[in-house]
T-cell receptor, first 116, second 109 residues
Framework: NAGVTQTPKFQVLKTGQSMTLQCAQD?????MSWYRQDPGMGLRLIHY???????DQGEVPNGYNVSRSTTEDFPLRLLSAAPSQTSVYFC???????????????FGEGSRLTVL | QQPVQSPQAVILREGEDAVINCSSS?????VHWYRQKHGEAPVFLMI?????EQKGHEKISASFNEKKQQSSLYLTASQLSYSGTYFC??????????FGAGTRLTVKP
């Protein structure tokens, strides 16, 4: 049981390059989300999904795209990387999206991205 | 829409107690608490649902006052292993989870 798996763990990009951060979970979780973590700002929600084919924007969606074609995968795409996107990115999932079953978030190990 | 946490940082000696607060201006469905060690992912501590029930996890407990949209995390008889950054996460009925900026807790021998 791998839980939430993120790849890559480290990445260095040049300004203007594009890339995809991969996230996969093997727990059949309905809810998946992406956060970025910057010093002193906690975890800020980028995008989230409440099921396959359904995505929505969080607090800081600009410059990022997501899709959810399967229950297991939720990739995050950086369209044209900027230095302001230098951050640690966490993917997280939970069993349900809402209601009394909307339980704990399981986090991946994080992906550290540097944009030069 | 991010919840507000206080204090920003706390320094304790082993065995001392601490309280971390979390408040929101919006009506909440649930409050979550997580702890993150340096260089690691956040780890779930507990969840509190509407109803004000207090939850516990060993010597760490929490309460949720849904009228005031406030939650507090209580750490009693702190141990060195309690050091880390604590985040509260809040969920409204629109499903997404928002986190506070975090409270850095340092426990010294």
């Amino acid at each position: 049981n791998a839980g939430v798996t993120q790849t890559p763990k480290f990445q260095v990009l040049k300004t203007g390059q594009s890339m995809t951060l991969q996230c996969a979970q093997d727990m059949n979780h309905e809810y998946m989300s992406w956060y970025r973590q910057d010093p002193g700002m906690g975890l800020r929600l980028i995008h989230y999904s409440v099921g396959a084919g359904i995505t929505d924007q969080g607090e800081v969606p600009n410059g990022y795209n997501v899709s959810r074609s399967t229950t297991e995968d939720f990739p995050l795409r950086l369209l044209s990387a900027a230095p302001s996107q230098t951050s640690v990115y966490f993917c997280a999932s939970s069993y349900k999206a809402s209601g009394s079953m909307a339980g704990e978030l399981f986090f991946g190990e994080g992906s550290r991205l540097t944009v030069l | 829409q991010q919840p507000v946490q206080s204090p920003q940082a706390v320094i304790l000696r082993e065995g001392e107690d601490a309280v971390i607060n979390c408040s929101s201006s919006k009506a909440l469905y649930s409050v979550h608490w997580y702890r993150q060690k340096h260089g690691e992912a956040p780890v779930f501590l507990m969840i509190l649902l509407k109803g004000g029930e207090q939850k516990g996890h060993e010597k760490i407990s929490a309460s949720f006052n849904e009228k005031k949209q406030q939650s507090s995390l209580y750490l009693t008889a702190s141990q060195l292993s309690y050091s880390g950054t604590y985040f509260c996460g809040t969920r409204r009925n629109n499903n997404d989870m928002r986190f506070g900026a975090g409270t850095r807790l340092t426990v010294k021998p």
